[in-house]
């Protein structure tokens, strides 16, 4: 070995050290997220919104023994194939142009995650990122690479426009305006996240993402880190409301690491939400909730305007909890 490249290594080897060395002493200070004493609230899963049957079935699951990622997967199936939900899968309300694309991600307790995006006539994205996750070396399949790998591993081609979606977007087209309007409604995109007996932690979320967006848009849910996120050692986050704010600040990863230092899942909600709002000092023209949970089962959730909930099934019982909002009604302005 001649001396430069010696130089070279050795140095690369003391830096390798010395960044080994940070980490670990950074995880000593930082982690300080598990509350060891603690007995854990489990198994639990708790959802955006007031979806109680998405909610149930992920409690079915868990409850009869399975694992949290089969239970994020088959809860949020719920929501994808109920037609009556117009901003999750069949059903969805349609891009400008008329398509339905959809949009979604999965994370197990090995931080493997898989990813569709700008997804068409497939009922069930959330199986596909499944796919996507356990069947390809890739974490993310957009648009036609992504309806192919679908059909190829047995998803059936659907219209997914109903009778009502496509009646709303003729109405829409005689004005064609776009806006993000601020969602009040107790239906929307499901992000759920859930532990289940051994104490681990998945997530998943699935939506049709912002009615009459812009040809290939395509939101946060899908993103990971955005919309959600999950680390088994300390907890996960996931998040919805008007995407691009969320990929901004990378909310739901955001929050976990929140959660890391010690924060717990409400507090780090809110700190999530403010974060935000400082960027967008006095704008009050989108919504936006993100939920949380640790490892020790505690929840927590914060949006900017009030109307946001969200779905909690847990050994204690099954219940809609309200989520406390930064402005405190959509006339007011900052409340800390
Ligand atoms: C998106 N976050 O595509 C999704 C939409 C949503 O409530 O959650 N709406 O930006």
């Excluded at 080897?13 to 854990?40: H, P, R, Y």
């Excluded at 959600?228 to 990929?247: F, K, P, Q, R």
Aim: proline share 3%; aromatic share 6%.
């Amino acid at each position: 070995m001649n001396r430069r490249k010696f130089l070279r290594n050795s140095s690369l080897g003391s830096a390798g050290l010395a960044t080994a060395t940070v980490l670990t002493s950074c995880k000593n200070e930082t982690d300080k997220s598990i509350d060891n004493t603690k007995e854990a609230n489990k198994p639990i899963v708790v959802c955006t919104w007031d979806f109680k049957n998405a909610s149930a079935k992920a409690w079915e699951v868990l409850n009869g023994d399975g694992n949290a990622l089969d239970a994020v997967e088959q809860g949020v199936r719920i929501e994808e194939a109920d037609v009556s939900n117009e901003t999750v899968g069949k059903g969805g309300r349609p891009d400008r142009d008329g398509n339905v694309t959809l949009d979604a991600c999965i994370m197990d307790k090995d931080g493997n995650c898989g990813s569709v995006v700008y997804l068409q006539n497939i009922a069930h994205p959330i199986s596909v990122a499944r796919r996507v996750m356990e069947e390809t070396p890739h974490i993310i399949l957009a648009g036609k690479g992504a309806e192919q790998f679908a059909y190829e591993q047995g998803f059936k081609k659907e219209d997914l426009l109903t009778e009502s979606t496509r009646a709303q977007y003729k109405e829409w087209l005689k004005t064609s305006k776009y806006e993000t309007t601020i969602n009040i409604e107790n239906h929307d995109t499901i992000g759920m996240l859930a532990i289940d007996g051994n104490g681990d932690i998945a997530g998943a979320c699935t939506t049709s993402g912002m009615a009459y967006k812009v040809a290939g848009r395509v939101g946060d849910s899908p993103i990971i880190g955005a919309g959600l996120y999950v680390d088994n050692e300390v907890g996960g986050a996931t998040a919805t409301g008007v995407g691009e704010e969320v990929i901004r600040t990378v909310g739901s990863f955001l929050i976990v690491e929140l959660m890391r230092q010690g924060k717990t899942p409400q507090e780090a909600c809110e700190e999530g939400v403010k974060r935000i709002m400082k960027k967008n000092e006095g704008r009050k023209d989108f919504q936006i909730g993100f939920l949380a949970i640790n490892k020790n089962g505690e929840t927590g959730a914060y949006c900017v305007h009030p109307g946001f909930s969200y779905r909690k099934y847990d050994p204690t019982g099954h219940e809609n909890v309200p989520s406390n909002s930064f402005y405190k009604n959509t006339e007011d302005h900052i409340i800390s």
